[in-house]
């Protein structure tokens, strides 16, 4: 299992069609893959449970993946959600 703390870079935050986005490159893993925020825990196959997190510009989560494609997993959707990068709070 690997874990990775990432601050969210996207102007928008994660909002629905970001979040739709990122959802969809979620689900081309495998891995089991878990965002943490506030002590909420959401899978990143989820729109529901991304969604819900309510994800904004600045903010910092953390990413778990469990699976074969773990490594990749992690690194394409680090750099999915540190694009663009906003004015950090």
Do not use: P, W, Y
């Amino acid at each position: 299992m690997l874990t990775k703390e990432v601050t969210i870079g996207l102007e928008e935050g994660l909002q629905a069609r970001s979040a739709a986005l990122f959802v969809q490159n979620a689900n081309e893993f495998r891995s089991n893959l878990t965002l943490v925020k506030d002590g909420h825990v959401a899978s990143m196959k989820s729109i529901m449970g991304v969604m819900c997190c309510a994800l904004a510009c600045g903010e910092h989560i953390l990413f778990t993946a469990e699976g074969e494609d773990e490594r990749a997993a992690l690194e394409t959707l680090t750099d999915f959600i540190e694009q663009k990068h906003c004015e950090l709070k």
